[in-house]
């Protein structure tokens, strides 16, 4: 059973027949087309020579396929991915120097080192940290950012930068020296794959194609962009006019590479490492349980983290660069039916194919079309509208939402998204240390206990019941020691506090201490502690102390049960009293939290 959880195609290989095979092979046809054109594109994005995308797109299918426990995630060159690389990586190296690569290939080690130790400690919770809001903020930012940094290779012209002022300044300084080619180049580029993206299925249904074969023709856009401008360059000679093309393409498969194993340059690149591994990861998850729930499948969070890990690896000494599960190409490779994870594998066989036979067709490939093949791929990342649902329902994640958004697009990639990261964590602490607390009183007529600003309810004038709707430690632990001593002031006939706590799921040491202080407190008041609806994990926590012995008071299954032992006729009265009485909320006249 613990081989089959690490290894979860000794699974679905056993039921493996040719009717899934054939499904596998034609989503991996599908794939392969979609794959050529991004990885080059992806390669170029993360700074990388374009092959090096092509690269990444075999073995690290084939490590995914063995490990990874997602039946439909397509792993891969990703624009996130590539932006953060080309983030972690300018600022030491030039762009595609043989330095540069080894310190992606490195890059790709650390991140699978890191992947595959957290799938054996099982620490895949850490992921956590990156609330959705912070991930949104960042996947818009990085739609942005990729979609502006790719505006050179549309113009014609350089430029450079680590946000968005510094490339957006780059380029107006270089718009006099636009070159007209490769802007029409890649105008059309854009126009066609725009076009082709929103109005090509819809056309080829109406001349009679069915729905999936339209919608696989429409896919094979961007493939059909790279022919029609390669045969453009080439009959007109368009590279001899200053159109910047791809280049020669190593052809054959990559064989064993070592990356750059240099310790120091290790150390600089593992913040780097860690925040690629913890975003990918997330992606990853996130495509795969949204498309295996729709086939009533489940996803091995400790499988996708090994997965991703071995196929980060076996990128890092392929020549690739950093991989994850790419939420486009997850989504083709789902809709054209792949089955299993072996159509990855025909995929990259496809991809393998391709690198020995094709990469000398590629040589006048406009560097424009691949810029226009990211662009229209990115700009659907981008969700501004997602910020203002946000901040609608939440203003602290609506705030951490932007705050990342901002931070990317202005200050950099990394330092974005640790402002996201930490700014949410900031304000889940500030939260949390204010806990919602009410006083609540009987519902006439019933067993329940309510809100007293929210509800008509009845009070005991010598009990006190007080709600905690929050686990108590160190960070509101002084706050509940004030809010009691503020209730106590104000109510000085009362005699017994229950502190009631179903919304409690942990006491911890300082919020134990806490109690103690208040018991102490309230004997010196006349008052006596009780406590109620106690969850079980928190009573055994509780018995590893002295706390239930010392604080004097009782621990009731109840609310009802404590005031019926506390205040047993008003308990009675209420509960008499008529049932239309009963569950009469007023928020329409109280607004109270």
């Not at 957290?118 to 609330?131: D, E, P, W």
């Not at 991930?135 to 990729?146: E, H, M, P, Y």
């Not at 990115?378 to 939402?401: H, N």
Request: aromatic share 6%; charged share 10%; net charge neutral.
């Amino acid at each position: 059973m613990k081989l089959r959880h690490w290894l979860p195609w000794l699974d679905w290989g056993r039921q493996y027949n040719r009717t899934t095979a054939a499904q596998d092979g034609l989503a991996a046809v599908i794939v392969t087309l979609m794959l050529i054109p991004q990885s080059l594109a992806y390669a170029m994005l993360a700074g990388l020579p374009p092959v090096t995308g092509l690269y990444a797109s075999i073995l690290p299918l084939l490590a995914y396929a063995l490990f990874g426990s997602s039946r439909a995630l397509a792993v891969g060159p990703v624009a996130v991915v590539s932006l953060m690389t080309a983030a972690a990586l300018g600022p030491l190296f030039p762009a595609g120097s043989a330095e540069y690569i080894g310190a992606a290939m490195l890059l790709a080690l650390l991140s699978g080192v890191i992947l595959s130790l957290m799938a054996v400690l099982r620490l895949g919770f850490l992921a956590n940290f990156l609330s959705h809001p912070v991930i949104s903020g960042f996947i818009s930012a990085s739609g942005i950012l990729i979609a502006v940094g790719q505006l050179k290779h549309i113009f014609g012209v350089s430029g450079s930068g680590g946000n968005l002022l510094q490339i957006s300044s780059s380029l107006w300084q270089s718009l006099p020296q636009i070159h007209l080619q490769t802007l029409l180049i890649g105008l059309l580029s854009l126009a066609w794959l725009w076009w082709a993206r929103s109005r090509l299925k819809p056309l080829l249904q109406h001349l009679g194609l069915g729905a999936g074969m339209a919608g696989n023709l429409t896919k094979a856009g961007p493939v059909l962009a790279i022919i029609t401008a390669i045969l453009v360059v080439t009959v007109l000679q368009l590279d001899d006019s200053g159109v910047k093309v791809v280049g020669v393409i190593p052809q054959g498969l990559p064989g064993m590479m070592t990356p750059t194993l240099d310790l120091q340059l290790a150390i600089v690149l593992l913040p780097a490492a860690l925040l690629i591994s913890l975003v990918g990861f997330v992606e990853s998850v996130s495509v795969g349980q949204t498309l295996a729930a729709k086939r009533r499948q489940r996803i091995e969070p400790d499988s996708e983290l090994l997965g991703l890990g071995a196929a980060n690896l076996s990128a890092a000494f392929s020549g690739g660069y950093p991989v994850t599960g790419g939420f486009a190409r997850s989504v083709v490779n789902y809709d054209a039916g792949a089955q299993t994870p072996m159509a990855g594998v025909f995929t990259a066989a496809g991809i393998g194919l391709s690198v020995m036979l094709l990469t000398p067709l590629l040589h006048n490939l406009p560097q424009a079309v691949l810029a226009a093949t990211i662009i229209i791929a990115v700009l659907s990342l981008v969700d501004l509208e997602s910020l203002k649902r946000t901040w609608r329902y939440s203003r602290p994640d609506g705030a951490a939402q932007a705050a990342t958004l901002l931070g990317v697009l202005l200050i950099g990639v990394e330092a974005g998204i640790l402002l996201g990261v930490g700014l949410s964590l900031m304000l889940f602490l500030w939260r949390t240390s204010q806990p919602h607390m009410a006083v609540v009183g009987q519902v006439p007529g019933s067993e329940h206990f309510r809100n007293i600003e929210r509800f008509a309810v009845v009070e005991s004038p010598d009990v006190l019941s007080l709600r905690v709707d929050e686990s108590l430690y160190f960070p509101n632990s002084r706050y509940l020691e004030e809010r009691i001593a503020e209730l106590i002031a104000a109510r000085p006939q009362v005699r017994h506090l229950v502190l009631m706590c179903p919304g409690v799921n942990l006491i911890d040491a300082s919020a134990l201490d806490s109690l103690e202080n208040i018991v102490e407190r309230l004997r010196t008041a006349g008052v006596q502690l009780h406590l109620s609806e106690v969850k079980g994990p928190v009573m055994d926590q509780l018995k590893r102390s002295s706390f239930l012995q010392d604080f004097g008071g009782q621990v009731f299954i109840s609310q009802f049960q404590a005031l019926q032992t506390l205040s047993p006729q008003i308990a009675l009265d209420t509960l008499k009293q008529g049932a239309h009485i009963a569950h009469l909320p007023t928020q329409l006249e109280r607004q109270a939290p």
